[in-house]
Every structure is written in C-alpha cells, then in structure tokens.
C-alpha cells in the first residue's frame, strides 16, 4: 500500500511540475525576465563547470530594401537611355531641312537678267547646276536656270533674284529629314559596330567553313555600311545647299490684226496637204493603172492579130 501511495505522489508531482511549465511558457516574452542561460538545464557543461551558452543565431544577411533596388535598377537603364539619346543629340543638335524654290520672272532683257542672276549666285558662294535658254518664233528669248546656293543664303538670294524682274510666280517649300537622318546615323553606327564584331569573331575562325560564313555576313555588313553612308551624304548635301529654279522670259508683243495673214498662212496650209494627199493617191494607184493599160493593150493590139493570123 506504501509503495502505490508513494507512485500516485510522483504521478501527482509530474502532474503538476507538467502544468507549471505549461502556464510559464503561454506567459507573454517581456514577462519572463532575462533569459539567464547558466541556470538552464539539458546544456552541456562549459569549462570551470558552469553550463555552455547555446550557439548564437546566424546574422541575417542584410538584402537592399524594394525601393532601393528599384532605383538602382532604374538609374542603370537611366544611364543606359541617357547614353543613347545624348550620342543622337550628339549627332544632329538641329533640324535637318531641304529648301527648294521655284520662281518665274518676266524681264526686259533677257540676256542682262541671266546675268545679273549668275553675279548673285557667286556672290553667295553658290554654283549653277542646270541652265538652258531657246528662242520663241516671235524673236522673244527665254530659258530657266537652276541654282545651288547655301541654306543660311537661301531668302536672301531669292529676295534679290526677285529684283531682277516682275515675279509672275513664287514657289518655296522645305522638307523636314530630322527623323530620317537620325535613324539612318543610328542604323549606320549598329552596322559599324556588327562588322568589327564580326572581324573580330573572323580572327578566331578555325576552318575554312567557318571563315567563308563569316565574310559573307561582313560583305552583307559592309554593303550596308556603304547603302546608309550614301544617303546620309545625299541628305547633308541637300540640307547644306538649297535649290532655286529661276525661269526668265521676255514679253511676248502684243500686236493687233485682222487675221489674213493666218488666213493665208492656213490656205497655204491647205494647199499643200491636198498635194501632198493627190501624190499618195497617185502612188497608191499607180500599179493599178500599168495593169489596167496592159490588158487594153493586150485586147486592142495582140488579139486582133492573133485572130488575122487564125484565118
């Protein structure tokens, strides 16, 4: 009977030592006090005796927060973007426009005006590019000149040809090839770029395979290079100088008549197409007429005798 009382008090004992460690660890952290570790149990002794503090927690490696990241992302593409449109700003820092002009001008004399026109262009240190004249059945000179000059020159050189003689016409225009140019500058600076790339990779080629490949890409490449470069140079030299056509004529008389002399000039006119129409149909008709004549020959002449000789 002793012994079961004594393992109903252990029991007892467990019971409650069980429930006290249950109430110490559902109380809130800030109420347990300091956590002294030599006082625990279930440690490994350290050296002098005493208990071993456990291991201390790995640190947690620092991580740069959201937001930083995302500005150090976003500066780097901000760097990269700036880059590009600073090298295009670079580039072309102003609009890229062809000018062109047309002007048609009624002077005195023909031949001074052409002149006076050709002393404006070398003065504006420009160059005549296109220039013919004829002259009308009336006597009356006329012609048209085509002119490049600088596009910083381009309003005044076309104020002062307009003082050569009464403007009967004005015509200016501008093309605007900021975009295209700018495109083609970037196209041709990838192409560049692509081919050295490709000498480069030509350089490490082990077979002849290999090294035929290569140079067909860098002979695509290369034509390329040189199709942009050429129109690059067309639209620099278009954007530099500005073209001016100038049409000079004289004045045509004004005369007052009553027509006869296109009467007979249109009479005379018709005379000779009726001739001209007689000497077609003559030509038209003449093999008919040598066939008709041999056969009123061959019956007037050869059949009579034939019948004389028959009898």
Partial sequence: MEKYTKVAVVVVLCILAASAGFLVASLPPGSKGPTDYSQQKGYPMGVGGGF???PEPPMPVPRPAPEAAMSREYAEKTVSVGTLESRYTDADTERKIIQRASLRIEVKDFQSSSDAVIDIVERSNGFISDSHSYVTDTGRKRGSITIRIPADRFIAVINEIACVGDVKSKDTSGKDVTEEYIDLTARLNNSERQEQRLLEILDMANNTKEVLEV??????VRSEIERLTGRIKYL??????????????????????????????????????????LIILVGYALPILILVGVGWL????LMPRLRRKKE
């Fill in 236 to 277: 620099e030299n278009r954007v530099e100088l500005a073209t001016v056509s100038v049409s000079l004529n004289e004045p045509e008389p004004i005369t007052h008549s009553w027509g006869i002399r296109d009467a007979i000039r249109s009479a005379f006119g018709g005379f000779v197409s009726v001739v001209r129409g």
């Fill in 298 to 301: 061959g019956k007037t002449k």
């Fill in 52 to 54: 071993a503090l456990p």
């Fill in 215 to 220: 140079e067909r890409e860098i002979w695509r």
